[in-house]
């Protein structure tokens, strides 16, 4: 091919230039035009995944989710090594679960939960510097909506889009429930150690009570768990967990909960 020559275009000298121009643009407007509906089939399909994941938020406004995506995923995982394994699950209304456990989980988690819309700045910003002087993520700053939010729908997998989309979520749960019903879902679906799932089978697991049991001491060592619970099943008596709850009973007096 001679310099200059456009590639798939004839270069026959009986051709007019202007003929020859004008194939190039239709053939340019042609791939802008395919391109362009790739992008809106995209938009499309992620709109209707957002509309796909509002009708479950309000579907669970009233009836109670049987189960989420992190628990299917460890369930899975359980099931990859013993293919009898099933989780430790049981709903309880939130009438049935001790103030204990709320304001130990407020207190540990989300001091600001009955306050704020879905996100805690101030604690995302502190989040944010403690893990730059840490060099690593050592801190979250994820509020209980955004928790829950991912606990629902989203893979365990840390990525720009994931963080995007449990914003998303935390969004559409804020606006369609309450305090009490976002909190209700949390206490119900959380992880609490190897396929121990809820408060009711976390109560039932470690302290052979149910969660309207729950004494201050209990409920403060259960919340202490929530950041690492399938270690912290393990290791029942370590220094970190103790400390932990001393913190967080020293605080739950003051936790405020809907």
Excluded at 189 to 199: L, P, Q, R, S
Excluded at 203 to 210: C, I, L, M, T
Excluded at 230 to 258: S, V
Aim: hydrophobic share 45%.
């Amino acid at each position: 091919m001679e310099s200059g020559e456009t590639p798939g275009v004839s270069t026959n000298p009986r051709i007019p230039l202007r003929c020859i121009r004008a194939t190039v643009f239709c053939r340019m407007k042609k791939k802008r035009s395919w391109l362009w509906r790739v992008f809106a089939i995209a938009i499309g399909l992620v709109l209707l995944y957002q509309v796909w994941l509002f009708a479950h938020i309000v579907w669970w406004v009233k009836f109670n989710p049987s189960s989420s995506a992190f628990m299917d995923t460890r369930l899975e995982i359980m099931q990859d090594k013993n293919p009898d394994a099933e989780l430790r699950h049981k709903w309880v209304p939130y009438a049935r679960i001790s103030n204990n456990l709320k304001r130990a989980l407020v207190a540990a988690e989300d001091a600001k939960f009955v306050d704020h819309e879905g996100f805690d700045w101030e604690g995302i910003q502190k989040a944010y510097e403690k893990n730059l002087r840490k060099g690593k993520i050592v801190a979250g700053g994820s509020t209980i909506s955004q928790q829950l939010a991912k606990n629902l729908f989203l893979s365990t997998k840390r990525t720009p889009w994931r963080k995007l989309e449990e914003a998303a979520i935390t969004v559409m749960l804020e606006a369609v429930m309450d305090k009490r019903r976002i909190f209700e879902i949390y206490l119900n679906v959380i992880e609490w150690g190897n396929g121990v799932f809820g408060a009711e089978a976390a109560a039932r697991h470690y302290y052979q009570v149910s969660a309207a049991q729950l004494s201050a001491d209990q409920a403060a060592r259960l919340a202490a768990m929530v950041p690492n619970p399938r270690y912290y099943d393990k290791h029942r008596e370590a220094r970190g967990l103790l400390l932990k709850t001393n913190i967080i009973l020293a605080r739950m007096n003051g936790a405020e909960i809907p």
